[in-house]
């Protein structure tokens, strides 16, 4: 049976979000606030929670999710970060709704899926959410809604497409509800952005000259 926490009662914030992060540490699914919508969340190096957040929205291996960071310096943990635009991306945008591919460390012990060697980075402007990051290290996290459903901006929201399939649901408040965050690759030559979003192309390519369009409709990606 799921359980519901209000992340908005001071007095009990610091006991949800250490039951939160116990939860993810045995494998368990989280759904909860981000800085533009509400998302579902696994601790990125459990294989097992990883998999149990590909079922619940009804996906498969290749379509992995992405990884939010509660600090910029975490990136060097999980990515080999090779071009020196990475970082400049991460110093003007982050926190905030921008997404990047990277490489992935090679030496990492964990498995989102089908990455082909890449990893989808994020550190969200949402002080609840990097309070629980705090705790709990990378979490691989997907907007929470099924596959094709559009992403919930409410606890409530969310609950009612996942139910269940979730272990605790973390009620933030309602979600910006902007766009779904811009996601650019820059493993791909040029690099390219995957997804449009709140950060629009004029703005990046100040730092990334020639990153191209997207290619075909957006794709349905994390949060």
């Given amino acids: ?11 009990v914030r610091d006991l949800i ?9 045995d494998d368990g699914l989280l759904v909860i606030p981000t800085d533009t919508v509400y998302g579902i969340a696994a601790d990125a190096f459990s294989a097992a929670g ?8 009804g996906r498969g291996r290749d379509m992995p999710p992405p990884v939010l960071i509660g600090q910029r310096s975490t990136l060097l943990g999980i990515a080999e970060v090779l071009d020196q ?12 709704p ?15 899926g089908d ?9 969200p402007d949402h ?18 809604n099924t596959s094709g459903a559009p992403a919930a901006v409410t606890a409530a929201g969310a609950q009612e497409m996942l139910g269940d399939s979730v272990d605790v649901y973390l009620d933030g408040g309602e979600a910006p509800g902007q766009a779904s965050s811009t996601i650019v690759d820059m493993t791909s030559q040029p690099p390219r952005i995957l997804r449009a979003g709140p950060i629009g192309a004029a703005a990046l390519r100040e730092i990334v000259a020639d990153l ?10 994390g949060s």
Avoid: Y
Avoid at 1 to 11: H, K, T, Y
Avoid at 50 to 57: F, I, N, Q, T
Avoid at 212 to 221: F, H, Q, S
């Fill in 1 to 11: 049976m799921a359980r519901n926490f209000d992340l908005r009662s001071e007095q």
């Fill in 17 to 25: 979000l250490d039951e939160s992060a116990r939860v993810v540490a």
């Fill in 50 to 57: 990883v998999a149990r957040l590909l079922a619940a929205k």
């Fill in 85 to 96: 635009r990475i970082m400049e991306l991460t110093e003007r945008f982050w926190p905030g």
């Fill in 98 to 112: 921008l997404t990047i591919v990277c490489p992935a460390q090679p030496s990492l012990d964990w498995d989102l």
């Fill in 115 to 123: 990455t082909h060697g890449t990893v989808a980075v994020r550190m």
């Fill in 127 to 144: 002080p609840l959410a990097l309070e629980l990051l705090a705790r709990t290290g990378p979490l691989a996290v997907s907007s929470a």
């Fill in 212 to 221: 191209a369009d997207p290619e075909g409709p957006d794709p349905d990606a």
